[in-house]
């Protein structure tokens, strides 16, 4: 399969992709003005990964982009191979872009002898040749801390406030809710962007994918709710989200979230529940299961990663992205 060759392609500027994501690296390269690098992925009968980078990326400032959704551990292995063969092949900067960053939710040690597992990708990442790191909206802010190569972090909120703003407007009306004391910050500048007000849901985690809201801080009656969340994986703790908003008054439930895991019960659960329609970002794939059900709207996020990557080959500022 030989690669044209594009004319106007920025010298010196390649993004390549793994397997996790490719229709968003496609994007992001479009909106980057670039042709996606041409990298081959293969499995040997017994699972081992093969990869072969088939250009030259010598001297060249050199972006991966790979979620580390599931399977997690499957992506993660294509992305220190890719990283690997990168470095071997001599590029000057590697920029490893994960739109969802696996493992984020182990960033501490919650019990004794219990591993940090956020800290241990993050070596893996940097050891197999990654230089710098682009991520979108982590699960907490300090795991930037975790590396030791720069971090630039970038957020989907405003492009979600953004959509939501075009679609259903703004003002007194709403109420955006943070689904945990954790999210206030997140859901506070979403709020800000369509001028509403914000309540907190007080929650307590019994066990990993299992949650109980508790109580509600701030007055949602009459008003149309909206859940602010980093990331949806069961969908657990989004649909007692809804039901204690229902509870208390709303009388429209809407939910925004960066990152679509949709494990397990989630699709099935945000049919059920008395939720209107869930905004998420493309950093995940959807599935056609998911894509069926009628609740889920896709917003891209694919601009602003290409914008970033373009400032960071240009060496300019990106946090004047969100200003």
């Not at 044209?4 to 968003?24: A, E, T």
């Not at 998911?290 to 060496?315: D, H, L, M, T, W």
Request: charged share 20%; glycine share 8%.
């Amino acid at each position: 399969m030989s690669q044209q060759i594009n004319p106007n392609q920025k010298s010196g500027l390649k993004i390549f992709s793994g397997n996790s994501n490719r229709g968003f690296a496609e994007k992001v390269a479009q909106h980057a003005g670039v042709n996606l690098g041409y990298c081959d992925i293969r499995r040997f009968a017994d699972g081992e990964i093969q990869v072969g980078i088939h250009e030259s990326v010598r001297g060249d400032s050199v972006f991966v982009i790979q979620s580390t959704c599931p399977p997690v551990n499957e992506n993660y292995m294509e992305l220190f191979l890719i990283l690997d063969a990168l470095k071997r092949a001599s590029a000057r900067q590697i920029t490893a872009v994960l739109p969802y960053y696996g493992y984020a939710r182990q960033d501490r040690k919650v019990a004794p002898r219990a591993p940090i597992s956020a800290k241990c990708m993050a070596d893996l990442i940097t050891s197999a040749g990654a230089t710098r790191i682009v991520c979108v909206d982590l699960h907490a802010a300090q795991i930037q801390g975790f590396f030791n190569v720069p971090v630039d972090h970038l957020f989907a909120t405003p492009t979600l406030a953004r959509a939501f703003r075009e679609k259903w407007g703004t003002g007194e009306e709403f109420v955006a809710v943070s689904p945990d004391a954790g999210g206030v910050e997140r859901t506070r500048a979403f709020a800000k962007r369509i001028e509403a007000s914000l309540a907190i849901i007080d929650k307590r985690r019994s066990g990993p994918n299992e949650a109980k809201a508790l109580h509600l801080i701030g007055d949602v009656r009459d008003k149309t709710a909206i859940i602010v969340d980093d990331m949806i994986d069961t969908a657990g703790t989004l649909t007692q989200a809804v039901q204690s908003l229902l509870k208390n008054g709303a009388k429209r439930v809407f939910a925004v979230a960066s990152h679509a895991v949709l494990s397990g019960p989630a699709i099935t659960r945000l049919t059920e529940c008395g939720i209107e329609k869930v905004l998420v970002t493309d950093t995940i794939p959807l599935s056609e299961r998911a894509a069926a059900s009628g609740k889920i709207e896709v917003i891209s996020v694919a601009p602003v990663v290409a914008e970033a990557i373009q400032r960071i080959y240009g060496n300019a500022s990106v946090s004047s992205l969100f200003d």
